[in-house]
């Protein structure tokens, strides 16, 4: 088998792993990244609304500081990040965005003068300031204070890569694209890289390294509604599963975007909103401000999705072949703001919705975006479990997002946390020996081998991984997702179980020369049915409502029980995860209170006294 060896292997090549391999590359550490597309095609590309960091530069950010953002952030958590990291966060968001610019990325800037902007549908003046002119702009996205998404028109998450993957060619990052990793290598202590299958050919090739990421996005196809692309199944979530040390945490915090368009499920940007665009109903009737009267369409993601789903149930949706939907309606924002600030709005309007939204309301309903689970690492970025095994960005559970993470706090997180971790790991990698065995390695190989040629020889079945894709799908759609109760969510334990035995015995029903999509779906269903039992296993556990985790049969936000992470290992042989937990927060600089919207009862906790502290003493601490 071919072996490659580098000092760092980042299996993902989105922004979090091409900016901490930046991180290591800049110091002289030989780099590899692992993509299984282009990497200016992974997902972070797809991001058009912007990146959270308290510059306040424009007039509707004025008086914003990291103090404003990192409240802001954990309020959006619902108390479920980790401070210390939320602090680390938003203290260097402004930094990270001004190297970006110092990068070329082309920020939209601030233009001194009046300027109209919108409100909950309603236009505004406000002035911009002389001395703010050519500075970083912001918009407004759901959940904050101040407005302090910086943005590229409408193209943000492209425009960053495009300049990240330049950034990487100029440093000599090696990117190794159409290579997709199904194995970490490990001895239970350390990893040592990872066994990655080349989706040109089928070769399977040993990346041995002194430092693995893992940097993959999210796990959002185990939905069937989803804004994710296809590549987002969740394996390098699988991989750190599969080792029974590594953890994944907080798996049953998934969020839906209020606004999905319908049939077709893709992304209609929060910047709509944030812009002034308004939610309407089956009556043509703005509905938000009945529920949600200070923040109405603002309110963060989980609360605008519960209260779309609610009014649906009310009967207030419109029709469709594809079952209910609301409206959103831009109209009123004019056709030079839609075709130009909105441009990819009325791309993927006219393109692929037939709706022309200058003149006509665009459908939409809450659709699974994000992953907030994902593995869990430590504020350093070190998964816990594995020495030398690193997560960052999406496929992270870092925890700066809690149960629900803000619109522009996660394209902001790939490159805040990957300047913080990838400096972390190049400490690592100067500070400690690295050790290779070559048991793991052709221990893992066999592995993999062997599951692929029991999947092409049908030595154990037929059954069809398409089949029991589209069936896990539907669990999750049915039984976990935005409102939960007990009921359901054991009936998807009990069906996910079952389609997990199922798994066991996949064969291939078409050719197996080279790469094949029902090989790779073959060898991914299995580990994406255990995430979505992590999901499905974790939501039913956790017997409170928190964030986008909503239990009808536990309304409470509990945070005399559960101010806690969910930890869920997969020990080899065993059908569930068995689930641990952790504090949710080391110490709170912001005690837990009411987020200010969203409503619902919170059953207090005791914080004792040596858990809070001062923002001075919180900063201190992370020194
Ligand atoms: C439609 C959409 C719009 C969004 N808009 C915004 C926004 O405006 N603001 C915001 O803050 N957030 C936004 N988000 C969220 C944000 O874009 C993502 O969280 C973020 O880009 C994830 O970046 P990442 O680097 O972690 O992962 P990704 O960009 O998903 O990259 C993952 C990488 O891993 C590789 N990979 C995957 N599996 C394997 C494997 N097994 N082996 C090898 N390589 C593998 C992929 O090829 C890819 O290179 C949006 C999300 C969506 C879905």
């Given at each position: 088998m071919r072996t490659i060896y580098s000092d760092v292997l980042c299996i993902g090549a989105g922004l979090a792993g091409e900016r901490v391999a930046l991180a290591a590359a800049m110091e002289g550490f030989h780099t590899i990244c692992l993509s299984v597309v282009p990497p200016r095609r992974s997902h972070s590309s797809a991001a058009q609304g912007g990146m959270q960091a308290a510059l306040g530069n424009a007039v509707m950010g004025k008086g914003d500081s990291t103090d404003i953002h990192f409240a802001d952030t954990v309020k959006g958590s619902d108390w479920g990040c980790d401070q210390e990291v939320a602090r680390i966060f938003a203290d260097s968001a402004p930094i990270v965005m001004r190297e970006m610019a110092h990068w070329g990325v082309p920020w939209n800037r601030v233009v001194a003068g009046k300027h109209t902007?919108?409100?909950?549908?309603?236009?505004?003046?406000?002035?911009?300031?002389?001395?703010?002119?050519?500075?970083?702009h912001a918009r407004a996205f759901g959940g904050t204070a101040k407005w302090r998404t910086c943005y590229t028109a409408d193209g943000t998450g492209r425009s960053v890569l495009n300049t990240l993957d330049s950034k990487c060619l100029q440093y000599g990052v090696e990117i190794h694209d159409r290579m997709q990793a199904e194995a970490l290598i490990h001895d239970g202590e350390r990893c040592m890289g990872a066994i990655v299958r080349s989706l040109r050919d089928g070769e399977l090739v040993a990346y041995i390294a002194k430092a693995t990421l893992i940097a993959t996005g999210g796990y959002g196809r185990i939905y069937r509604a989803t804004t994710n692309a296809i590549i987002c199944d969740g394996g390098g979530q699988i991989c750190a599963l599969n080792t029974g040390v590594v953890p994944l945490g907080n798996m049953e915090a998934i969020q839906f975007h209020p606004t999905g368009s319908v049939p077709t499920d893709i992304l209609m940007t929060e910047g709509c909103r944030g812009d002034g665009g308004t939610l309407l109903d089956v009556n043509e009737y703005r509905?938000?401000?009945?529920?949600?009267?200070?923040?109405a369409e603002l309110a963060s993601r989980d609360v605008v999705s519960r209260r779309m789903t609610e009014h649906m149930r009310k009967g207030f949706g419109v029709k469709s072949p594809y079952g209910d939907h609301l409206w959103l309606d831009i109209r009123h924002?004019?056709?030079?703001?839609?075709?130009?600030?909105?441009?990819?709005?009325?791309?993927?309007?006219?393109?692929?919705?037939?709706?022309?939204?200058?003149?006509?309301?665009?459908?939409?309903?809450?659709?699974?975006?994000?992953?907030?689970?994902?593995?869990r690492t430590d504020k350093d970025g070190h998964a816990y479990g594995l020495k030398g095994l690193f997560a960052a960005g999406e496929a992270a559970c870092w925890d700066l997002h809690g149960f629900n993470r803000l619109g522009g706090n996660s394209l902001a997180e790939t490159v805040v946390s990957g300047r913080y971790i990838g400096s972390k790991m190049v400490e690592y990698l100067k500070g400690s020996e690295s050790v290779f065995k070559t048991e793991p390695v052709n221990d893992a190989r066999k592995l993999v081998a062997k599951t692929i040629d029991d999947i092409i020889s049908c030595r154990n079945g037929k059954e069809n991984c398409f089949d029991l894709r589209n069936a896990m799908q539907d669990v999750m759609m049915d039984d976990v997702g935005i409102f939960r109760n007990a009921k359901d969510l054991q009936n998807g334990v009990d069906r996910l179980l079952e389609l997990s035995e199922r798994a066991k015995h996949i064969g291939l029903h078409g050719s197996v020369k080279g790469f094949t999509p029902e090989l790779s779906m073959a060898l991914r269903v299995p580990g994406m049915i255990k995430l979505a039992l992590c999901t499905a296993y974790g939501a039913l556990q956790r017997t409170e409502s928190r964030g986008a985790h909503t239990r009808e049969d536990f309304p409470a936000r509990n945070d005399a029980e559960w101010l806690t992470r969910t930890l869920a290992y997969w020990k080899e042989g065993d059908s569930l995860p068995t689930l641990k937990y952790e504090d949710a927060s080391p110490w709170f600089e912001l005690p837990p209170g009411e987020r200010g919207y969203g409503g619902g009862k919170i059953i207090p906790a005791e914080i004792p006294a040596d858990k809070i502290k001062t923002k001075e003493q919180a900063e201190e601490a992370i020194k």
């Open positions: 902007y919108y409100k909950g549908g309603k236009p505004f003046e406000a002035e911009e300031e002389e001395s703010k002119h050519g500075l970083i509905f938000m401000p009945d529920y949600e009267p200070e923040k924002l004019g056709e030079h703001h839609i075709t130009t600030k909105l441009r990819e709005i009325y791309d993927i309007c006219t393109h692929f919705l037939g709706v022309n939204p200058i003149h006509q309301l665009i459908p939409v309903r809450p659709t699974q975006h994000y992953s907030m689970g994902g593995v």
